[in-house]
């Protein structure tokens, strides 16, 4: 067992919850009286016809409490949400797309990364383990043309699903950085290919799981937010064929289109990917 195991779902909750509140988005929208009142009387409408229809006891209203209270204490709002609900949000919010569609941000994003040129290599340990992956392609917009010197920040777990950041001893930046594409948009970078993982499973969500006789587990992915001045932002999540979980992840954030396609590296160390991006230009 390695000393990454050691970490718990309160703590990780908890540094996700704090890197929530440092993140500014609980200022970024100013409530709108009509439509707090729709969403919430929605809401709470969906959970008494809960209530009503499922016919649910005082024992079973108690174990709720209990269990809210929980997820404040361990600091999983942030991962409840962003594994149960953030793929729908994620989905109305880039319907309109032409270009990528994108995935879910998840819990675990870190604005900062240190920044390089590409071709670069992210930051990890001498000794990393794993299996060295190039992750190369292009970003264009959607009339096909480059997009120079666009920005790809990437961040994955590491060989035994643990995020730098979120666990211990792993260095403060292992495997996350932002690294700039050249002039013609492409960007190559050299990283390590991560492994599937469970969420935590020691805190309010685990208990929910296991109630629920449901499994924790995500499958391999890489995150990425990809930009460029004038386009929107592109946040993703790209996943590796044949694992396991591609087909019941936890999360529900699997499309076709963010299956990527591995091949063995031309340098004969690892393996290789090319997956390019296309961004939509901003609303004017």
Same mark, same amino acid.
């Given at each position: ?57 005082? @024992? ?121 594409? @050249? ?63 591609? @087909? ?37």
């Amino acid at each position: 067992m390695t000393t990454e195991t050691t970490a718990s779902a309160a703590a990780s909750g908890n540094a996700a919850t704090d890197r929530f509140r440092q993140s500014g988005k609980t200022g970024a929208i100013a409530a709108d009286v009509e439509r707090v009142n729709l969403l919430a009387s929605k809401l709470i409408k969906a959970a008494n016809d809960i209530v009503l229809e499922e016919r649910v006891s005082y @024992d079973e209203f108690n174990a709720l409490k209990a269990w809210l209270i929980k997820v404040g204490d361990d600091g999983e709002w942030p991962l409840f949400l962003d594994v149960w609900l953030e793929h729908s949000v994620e989905d109305v919010a880039t319907s309109h797309r032409e270009g990528n569609k994108g995935s879910i941000e998840g819990p675990y994003y870190v604005p900062g990364s240190p920044s390089q040129d590409s071709p670069a290599k992210i930051s990890m340990r001498d000794d990393e383990k794993g299996t060295p992956l190039l992750f190369q392609g292009q970003v264009r917009s959607t009339d096909s043309s480059a997009l120079k010197n666009a920005k790809i920040e990437l961040w994955h777990a590491d060989e035994e699903g643990f995020y730098s950041q979120f666990a211990p001893n792993i260095p403060e930046w292992n495997l996350r950085g932002t690294f700039i594409a @050249d002039a013609e948009g492409k960007f190559q970078i050299d990283t390590m290919q991560p492994a599937p993982y469970q969420i935590p499973t020691d805190g309010a969500c685990g208990q929910l799981i296991a109630a629920a006789g449901w499994h924790a587990w995500r499958p391999a992915h890489l995150h990425l937010k990809v930009s460029a001045p004038g386009h929107e932002l592109l946040t993703a999540q790209l996943y590796f064929p044949g694992d396991a979980h591609n @087909d019941d992840d936890i999360a529900t954030a699997v499309k076709p289109e963010l299956l990527l396609d591995i091949q063995p590296a031309e340098s004969g160390n690892g393996k290789q990917v090319t997956y390019d991006f296309v961004l939509d230009p901003e609303a004017k």
